[in-house]
């Protein structure tokens, strides 16, 4: 079970883990001897009046210490190198996986909880399960021996001692174990209320418009006066539990006084293994509380162990292996493809059709029609249910997946800029390239005086004026990103959001400049654009229904001729 693979990755560094062992031996053992050696400072020099054995026996006392403090620090530290490291390894993985995983995968899975899995989880796993276990078999061992001793120097005392631990399993079970939830209902809390600040601000211009502003404020409160109340009540246990251990801790010290008393007084127990024994009692004891609250934390931390090994073992990942493609031409076909994202729901019917390299075809189809879905099948995030796609007659089911996408540059609709400057979101493409490359490319589309013109040019910091920037003008970026790429087949999905005439402009001439020399699809919204490519491929409802140039289908006065037409009107209208 996933246990088992998490004591994998403790086992993993096997250094630390046999230092850890060796600690904990030493400190139990140390702290065994002190009280020993106390009692018999007792008993042997000061009963005895031997003030010369006191000096001695003294030091001894603080070596053993000393030998604890060391053993203790080691265990402390080691302890937390293990579970930084499996933290790590987990998160390692995790991250892994998610840049791996297919787009089905990410389209399943929000994108808070990922983050959750890779931040919170790991680290409630961690605290639990690696440094709680690991704490607790030390606690175990030193409790042990300290018991064992006990028995030693006097059984019945030692069964007198242990009157109060029914009642400390008490108290921790019934306020220990409250007080963890609480702790835990904060936390919820807490991040329930990070969510709300996120969904405000990212929507902030939707608040505005809808005068929502108190209602976005009546939701924080209710979850800030939730953090509160919690908070409150923690606080509360807190200071219910902890003293009370401390009270049930101490009251078993009284009975040890009391009866280990009355065994002095008869003479069957010398007054120095009395002083030890009540010192081995405290050592018994204190690690109580951290037992229970391991115990519980143990079972809300399976839960997050659950979460992060569903993610483990999904099989959604994108296998990266195949034949390597060297040299592509850039013809293109396809081949009576079908295709469905759901089961039973075709969205891709029987397209048929090939592009040859150096030619660029438009595709135009209403929403919905499966223009995006066939550049999606392209780039291989998705395999077609029936028929194939193949490059240079190479199906393309057969390549591996980084290869192609090398030879492929794909301009989505909406595309993502990353923090950071312009010119190194142009670069994530070839970080290899120097800036003055970038700028190259950038007045050979024609972008360069844009770009310029932004605050800092192209070291304008995209984070400061993301939301500046119009998804047309980010398409513009996008396009230089190819450019820089220089593949051999281009994928360009045109923004479908009112891009202004004079990116519009850009756009056209951008890419008209991209697509010299290379072979492209260009999906395209504005049938102005498509008119300039060489054929056009008209998509209804999952199916090629025309295909051939503008002429042609304008000659044919089919599906094409029609959204031609009332493009033209509704743009004659509007001026
Ligand atoms: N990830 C998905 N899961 C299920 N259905 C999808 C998914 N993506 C798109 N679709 C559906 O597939 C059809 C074609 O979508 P799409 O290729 O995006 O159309 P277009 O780009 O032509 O507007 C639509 O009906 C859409 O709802
Ligand atoms: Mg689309």
């Given amino acids: 079970m996933s246990i088992r693979e998490i004591v994998e990755l403790i086992l993993a560094s096997k250094r630390d883990v046999v230092v850890v062992a ?33 000096p001695q026996l003294v030091s001894l006392l603080v070596v053993t210490v000393l030998a604890q403090w060391a053993a203790m620090l080691i ?74 001793v006990m028995v030693y120097l006097s059984p019945q005392l030692t069964l007198v001692s242990l009157v109060t631990v029914p009642l400390m ?74 003293p009370l251990m401390n009270v049930a801790s101490s009251l078993s010290l009284a009975v040890v006084i009391a009866y280990g008393g009355y065994l002095c007084l008869t003479g069957m127990l010398s007054v120095g ?65 079908w295709f469905e994202y759901e089961p039973g729901t075709p969205v891709l019917k029987d397209v048929t059709f090939s592009i040859k390299s150096g030619e660029i075809v438009a595709v135009v189809g209403h929403t919905g029609a499966g223009k995006t879905t066939m550049a999606n099948l392209l780039m291989k995030f998705y395999e077609p249910t029936k028929g194939k796609i193949t490059i240079d007659g190479v199906d393309i089911k057969s390549v591996k997946r980084s290869s192609l996408r090398r030879f492929v540059s794909y301009i989505p609709q909406e595309t993502y800029l990353f923090p950071g400057t312009i010119v190194a979101n142009i670069k994530v493409v070839k970080p290899d390239a120097t800036d003055e490359e970038v ?11 844009f770009i310029e013109k932004l605050p800092n040019g192209y070291y304008t910091d995209v984070g400061e004026i993301g939301k500046r920037l119009s998804l047309g003008e980010k398409q513009l970026i996008a396009i230089a990103r190819a450019m820089l790429k220089d ?75 029609d959204m031609y037409k009332s493009q033209i009107e509704e743009s004659i209208s509007i001026q």
Avoid at 283 to 301: C, G, H, K, T, W
């Fill in 75 to 148: 265990r402390t530290i080691k302890i937390e190198a293990i579970g930084q490291r499996v933290l790590r390894d987990l998160r390692h993985s995790l991250f892994e996986k998610y840049v791996k995983a297919t787009l089905d995968f990410h389209k399943e899975n929000q994108l808070g909880d990922l983050v959750s899995r890779v931040v919170n989880d790991t680290s409630v796993v961690n605290e639990a399960i690696v440094t709680g276990l690991l704490n607790v078999l030390g606690d175990i061992v030193s409790m042990t021996g300290s018991l064992a």
């Fill in 487 to 561: 593949s051999r087949i281009v994928i360009f999905d045109e923004a479908l959001s009112s891009v202004d005439a004079e990116t519009e402009n850009m756009i056209k001439s951008a890419l008209r400049e991209l697509l010299k020399g290379r072979t492209g699809i260009v999906i395209a919204h504005r049938l102005s654009i498509a008119r300039d490519c060489d054929r056009i491929l008209v998509l209804s409802d999952g199916r090629v229904v025309e295909y051939g140039t503008f002429e042609e289908l304008m000659e044919k006065q089919g599906m094409f001729y």
């Fill in 22 to 54: 060796i600690a904990i031996v030493a400190n139990s053992i140390a702290l065994l001897v002190s009280p020993y050696l106390l009692g018999l400072i007792i008993d042997e020099s000061i009963a005895k009046g031997r003030l010369d054995l006191l």
């Fill in 169 to 242: 399993v008490f108290i921790a079970k019934k306020l220990g174990v409250r007080l963890r939830r609480t702790w835990r209902e904060v936390r919820e809390r807490v991040s329930r209320m990070t969510t709300v600040v996120e969904e405000n601000i990212s929507g902030i211009e939707v608040v505005k418009s809808f005068g929502l502003e108190e209602n976005a404020l009546a939701r924080f409160d209710r979850v800030s006066r939730e953090v509160y109340r919690f908070s409150i009540r923690a606080s509360v246990l807190a200071g219910l539990f902890f």
């Fill in 273 to 337: 293994l009395l002083v030890a024994f009540t010192q081995y009692v405290s050592r018994l004891m204190a690690p109580i509380n951290e037992l229970v609250f391991v115990y519980d934390a143990l079972q809300s931390a399976l839960a997050s162990l659950d979460r992060i090994f569903e993610i483990l073992r999904s099989e959604k990942v994108e296998a990266d292996e195949g034949l390597e493609l060297v040299n592509v031409r850039g013809d293109i076909v396809f081949d009576h493809v």
């Fill in 439 to 449: 700028m190259e490319v950038c007045r050979k589309l024609g972008i360069h005086k």
